[in-house]
């Protein structure tokens, strides 16, 4: 099996969308070694880490708040830490290095097989690893404790602070336009077999070259299904979206769904402005059918990514949220 990377998959033009952006709650520069750790800000929810490689940063969010702030070494230059969105494969809190023998990696988290994560390790305020994402060591325990494998690690070079969607809503609502069979669903048989993985995480992939929307559950595809566009191809936003907890009452127009808010996050630090959720569910379509079906099964924590890149193995690496263990 190749490496699970994502490097540099998507770019997100997101700025002229607009939404409620969750600024950081300090963003007063931490020196080298230091960290902030607040969890009681929000206690519950889907945890999203990001990693700013330019400031050597990293910022942890709960359900959309910010909860935790720490500095950390990347990778120095010919050995650089690649950009993307990745999920958690593996974790370890005794690890040794099978690369670089005697390399020890306390509380050793996993993004890819071919030898890039998370631990502890010296920080000289600097990129210096190889490639790993070093952290403070006490941090680094912290923050082991909060994630499990499948947990969303997005990578970037500039700082981007994730935004809410201004309403709770469905990216996968039933369409509001005023003809419900739209027209602009390709042909083509929707596929729907999730007893190939009958639990955990759900994970969805946009590709607009595709014109297809794939689903993943526990790694493992579960589903796909041709997509119809109300706009071009170009006018729709990439991103990376989570269900957050939370909801409000149903809306009438559609009383069997419940509202979750999303985060929204541009991987190349673009400020988010307006609701983007509501944005793509305006104007993209699947089959009725189908959309029920994954209605069904996305929870709070589903990562959707929407990509112009078609399905590769880069590009589907960030949303397999669990892989298949396998030697370095």
């Known amino acids: 099996m190749k490496a699970l990377l994502a490097s540099c998959i998507i ?11 969750l600024m950081p ?40 708040v910010q909860i935790a702030k720490s500095t950390i070494s990347t990778g120095r230059e010919g050995k650089e830490t690649p950009t993307g969105v990745f999920t958690i494969l593996q974790r370890k809190i005794d690890h040794e290095s099978n690369i670089y023998k005697g390399a020890k990696m306390p509380y050793m988290q996993r993004l890819t097989w071919t030898g890039i994560a998370m631990h502890a390790g010296d920080l000289p305020g600097h990129p210096a690893s190889a490639g790993c994402i070093r952290l403070p060591y006490e941090f680094s325990k912290l923050i082991y404790g909060e994630m499990k494998n499948g947990s969303t690690v997005v990578i970037t070079k500039k700082s981007s602070t994730p935004s809410k969607s201004t309403n709770p809503s469905s990216i996968l609502k039933e369409s509001e336009a005023p003809d419900p069979d739209n027209k602009s669903i390709p042909k083509g048989r929707p596929i729907w077999e999730p007893h190939k993985s009958p639990h955990g995480p759900i994970s969805v992939l946009l590709s607009y070259a595709d014109r297809t929307l794939y689903v993943w559950r526990n790694g493992i595809q579960i589903g796909q299904c041709p997509v119809g566009f109300d706009t071009a191809d170009q006018g729709l936003p990439e991103g990376v979206f989570l269900m957050l907890e939370g909801s409000e009452p149903a809306n009438p127009k559609f009383p069997h769904l419940t509202m979750h808010p999303w985060s929204t996050l541009s991987l190349e630090g673009d400020e988010v402005n307006g609701d983007v959720v509501t944005y793509m569910r305006e104007n993209f379509h699947i089959h009725p059918t189908f959309r029920d079906y994954l209605n069904k099964v996305v929870t709070p ?18 949303v397999m949220a669990i892989g298949v263990p396998e030697e370095e």
């Open 25 to 64: 709650q300090n963003s007063s520069k931490l020196a080298a070694g230091a960290f902030e750790w607040h969890p009681e800000r929000s206690p519950t929810g889907p945890l999203l880490v990001v990693c700013s490689l330019d400031d050597q940063l990293l910022y942890a969010f709960r359900n959309g």
């Open 301 to 318: 924590g589903t990562l959707f990514l929407a990509t112009r890149e078609s399905s590769t193995e880069d590009t589907r690496s960030g």
């Open 11 to 21: 770019a997100l033009p997101l700025t002229q969308l607009g939404a409620e952006t």
